[in-house]
C-alpha cells in the first residue's frame, strides 16, 4: 500500500483578510507541492471572494505531469454530483418522485420495495460499496449493471444507515437513461452541459480525443510515475472529466435556481446544507466542497495520487474559518523492536467494513508483519508502538491495531489521511 509523506506542524489562524487568507492557502499548498504531495488546480472562495485561483506543479518531475489553468482532469466520484442532479431535474420533470421505491422502475429487483429513490441518492439504500468483483470487468453496460447489481445482498435495511454505495449510483445512472426522453448522456448534455455553459466538461468514455488532457500519475517506489493506460479508459458511472473552472462556474451557477427549481437545489446539499464529493481513482484526485451557511466553495482537481486527502481537506476548511490546521513539513518516523509474541495477536484475516469484499491478510515472517491485499500484493510494515505500524517513514499514513472489549483485535488501515476500519474474519 501507498502511504503519503508528511507531517504537519499546528498553525493558527484567527480573522485575516481576503489577501492574508490567499497568502495563507497558497503557502499550504506550495508546502505540499513542495513535498511532492500535490499537483493539480486549486480554487477556493469564500463570501463570493475568490481567494485563491491557481495551477500547482511538483517541480523537477516529468513534464507531461505538468498542468494548467485549461487541463482537463478525469474527476472520479465527483461525477456523482452530476448524476443526482440529473434525478432532481427528473423531479423537477415529474418523471420520478424521491419516495418512489425501486421496484417501480426495475421490477423484481431484491428488496426493491424498500430502497427510494431518495435512499439511493444519500447512500441509504443499504447496497454494498461496490459491486462483486467488478475489477473483472473492461466495460460494464448498464443492463449488465443492474443483472450484477440484483445478486447484490443488503448491508443494512433501507434508510437505518449510510454507507458510501458506487452500486447505487449505477443505479441512478440507470434510471437518468430510461426515464429521459433521449437517454442518459442526450439528457446531461442537454441539462447539464449546454445550460452551464460548461465548455470543458465531458463523459471520457466517449471522448475520442482530448486537448489539454492531464494524463495521471502516481508514486511508486519513491518515483512518479505515469499510471497505466487501462487505469486511464477504465470504465465507471458518469465518468467525467472537466477544468476548475468549469467546476466553480457550476457551483455559482448552482445556487442561483436559474437552471433547478430552488427547493431541488437545496435538496442537493441535503439537511446539512453541503455539498461535498470527494473523488478517486489511479492518478486522478478530485474534491468539491460547497457549504451555503458559512459561504465557502473548494475545488480541487488533480492528476496525481499521493494526496493526503483527508488532512488537506481538513486543514483547508479549518483555515477558512479561523480554527487550528497544519502546514505540512517532511517526517521521518523511527521504527522499534517488537516481540513476536505481541506481533502474533495482529495476525489474520480483516474486511474493511466499507467493503466487505475487500480482504487484508496480516502475516508474520522473520519477526515482521507483512499485509497481503487480495491482489497478491504483500507490504512489510513496522512497528513505530505496539500497536502502530508504518510501510513508508516519511508518512503519517499506516495501520493501528485496536482491541475491542474481549481483547481481539482489528486493524484500522489510514491511506491518505483517511481512516478505514476492518472487522476481522478469521
Not at 21 to 33: C, G, Q, R
Not at 136 to 161: N, V
Not at 282 to 287: E, I, K, L, M, S
Amino acid at each position: 500500500m501507498k502511504l503519503l509523506s508528511f507531517f504537519f506542524i499546528l498553525v493558527f489562524s484567527i480573522k485575516l483578510s481576503a489577501q492574508q487568507y490567499s497568502k495563507e492557502l497558497d503557502h499550504y499548498f506550495t508546502a505540499l507541492t513542495e513535498l511532492k504531495n500535490f499537483n493539480g488546480n486549486v480554487k477556493i472562495a469564500k463570501n463570493n471572494t475568490v481567494l485563491l485561483d491557481k495551477a500547482y506543479n511538483i517541480p523537477n518531475e516529468d513534464k507531461a505531469l505538468q498542468v494548467d489553468k485549461n487541463s482537463k482532469f478525469i474527476i472520479a466520484s465527483v461525477s456523482k454530483i452530476f448524476v443526482k442532479y440529473g434525478i432532481l431535474k427528473l423531479v423537477e420533470q415529474g418523471k420520478i418522485k424521491l419516495s418512489d421505491h425501486l421496484n417501480r422502475y426495475i421490477p423484481d429487483f431484491p428488496n426493491g420495495e424498500k430502497i427510494s429513490i431518495e435512499n439511493l441518492l444519500f447512500h441509504q439504500s443499504g447496497l454494498p460499496r461496490e459491486i462483486k468483483d467488478y475489477e473483472k470487468y473492461e466495460h460494464l453496460s448498464l443492463e449488465k449493471t443492474i443483472e450484477l447489481a440484483r445478486r447484490e445482498p443488503l448491508q443494512f435495511e433501507p434508510g437505518t444507515q449510510t454507507l458510501y454505495s458506487n452500486v447505487g449510483y449505477f443505479i441512478l445512472h440507470y434510471l437518468i437513461d430510461k426515464l429521459s426522453d433521449k437517454g442518459y448522456w442526450h439528457f446531461i448534455q442537454e441539462e447539464i452541459i449546454k445550460k452551464y455553459q460548461l465548455k470543458n466538461t465531458g463523459e471520457f468514455n466517449s471522448s475520442r480525443s482530448l486537448s489539454d488532457f492531464a494524463y495521471g500519475f502516481s508514486a511508486e517506489n519513491g518515483k512518479i510515475v505515469p499510471v497505466p493506460q487501462t487505469s486511464i479508459n477504465r470504465f465507471e458511472t458518469g465518468n467525467y472529466y472537466s477544468t476548475i473552472d468549469d467546476l466553480y462556474s457550476f457551483s455559482q451557477q448552482l445556487i442561483s435556481g436559474k437552471n433547478l427549481r430552488k427547493d431541488l437545489v437545496l435538496k442537493m446539499f441535503g439537511k446539512d446544507s453541503q455539498l461535498i464529493q470527494a473523488g478517486g481513482r489511479p492518478g486522478y484526485r478530485a474534491y468539491y466542497h460547497q457549504d451555503l451557511k458559512l459561504g465557502i466553495t473548494f475545488i480541487f482537481i488533480s492528476n496525481f495520487t499521493d494526496i493526503p486527502f483527508q488532512k488537506v481537506t481538513e486543514d483547508i476548511i479549518n483555515l477558512l474559518n479561523g480554527q487550528p490546521y497544519r502546514i505540512p513539513q517532511k517526517i521521518s518516523r523511527k521504527a522499534i523492536e517488537v516481540s513476536d509474541e505481541v506481533l502474533k495477536q495482529y495476525t489474520g484475516k480483516f474486511a474493511l467494513e466499507a467493503d466487505l469484499s475487500q480482504v487484508f491478510t496480516v502475516i508474520l515472517e522473520d519477526h515482521f508483519l507483512y499485509i497481503l491485499d487480495k491482489d497478491g500484493g504483500k507490504t512489510k510494515i513496522y512497528p513505530e508502538s505496539k500497536t502502530i505500524f508504518f510501510d513508508n517513514p516519511e508518512s503519517e499514513d499506516g495501520y493501528h491495531f485496536l482491541s475491542n472489549q474481549g481483547g481481539q483485535y482489528h486493524l484500522m488501515i489510514i491511506s491518505t489521511g483517511v481512516k478505514f476500519n476492518t472487522k476481522k474474519i478469521q
